[in-house]
């Protein structure tokens, strides 16, 4: 912490705990709490319960969540490859080539994403390549979202190497590629990392452009959370919408582990 003296400090944490705590705190344990009640009368839940969390482990709730999971991590590993090729490609190219993929890779962020499904809707709903109806237009539209992220944690990694330890391989007689996979990865696999989990993340909880997208049979669970708060089953969704949250944060903290053991290999 910046701020240096005892009141200082105490200040500090005074109005970051005024701003977290109604901003963020509260809403989630709100959340929390509604997952669990059958009702709500007065200030607090009533009727505690369970059995939305067990409806959460079968069936449509349950598909729904392989299906989160399996997008994102699809459009995940997609971005990242995507991404981090290209952002290891700008740092060969000169300054225009620099901003043209810049300006490229960001374009997809600088839109609403209902812009971007709506564009991916109508760009592959007709041949030659028909995607419209089939799990491949959710994951493709999640990817186009997320690799932006990718593209700029990478880029960013990407300048702040050092030279040195790829000239030391190059003028030990090390190849081009051998100098990529035994060197530069290795040294870029903490932000590799993290930008992996920063990708699944925002990918879990994509809804606007997967509204406009998914078919009947890929139905995400951001979309069942919503449908099920559209309908007034308000407890069901915040017991779905904990779940998410949940396997999400799981999900991070593995990722977050990988990313401390490869920052000290």
């Known amino acids: 912490m910046l701020v240096h003296s005892r009141a200082g400090k105490w200040a500090t944490w005074a109005v970051f705990l005024l701003l977290f705590v109604p901003l963020f705190a509260v809403p989630l344990l709100v959340i929390l ?9 007065g200030a607090f839940p009533s009727g505690p319960t369970v059995e939305r969390y067990a409806a959460a ?4 709730s349950l598909q729904a969540l392989t299906t989160s999971l399996v997008t994102a991590v699809t459009a995940s590993v997609l971005a990242l490859t995507l991404g981090g090729w290209a952002a290891l490609a700008a740092a060969s ?15 997809p962020v600088a839109v609403p994403s209902v812009v971007v499904g709506l564009a991916v809707l109508v760009a592959y709903s007709k041949p030659p390549v028909l995607l419209n109806g089939t799990r491949w237009i959710v994951i493709l539209a999640h990817t186009v979202l997320v690799t932006a992220f990718a ?14 330890y790829e000239q ?17 990865l290795p040294l870029l696999l903490p932000s590799l990392t993290s930008a992996a989990g920063l990708c699944f993340a925002l990918s879990m909880g994509e809804l606007s452009a997967t509204m406009m997208l998914y ?39 593995a990722v977050s582990r990988i990313r401390t053991r490869a920052s000290y290999r």
Request: no cysteine.
């Open 151 to 164: 593209y700029q944690s990478v880029a960013a990694a990407v300048r702040r190497l050092d030279p040195m």
């Open 215 to 253: 078919p009947p049979d890929w139905t995400p669970l951001p979309v069942q959370i919503f449908a099920a708060t559209d309908r007034g089953s308000l407890f069901t969704g915040a017991a779905l919408a904990v779940v998410l949250m949940t396997t999400t944060l799981l999900v991070l903290a």
């Open 33 to 41: 709490a509604a997952s669990f009640a059958t009702h709500w009368s």
């Open 93 to 107: 190219l000169r300054t225009r080539g620099k901003r043209f993929l810049d300006a490229l890779f960001i374009l």
């Open 57 to 60: 482990a079968g069936g449509d």
């Open 168 to 184: 030391a391989a190059a003028g030990l007689g090390a190849s081009p590629a051998r100098v990529l996979w035994r060197v530069r």
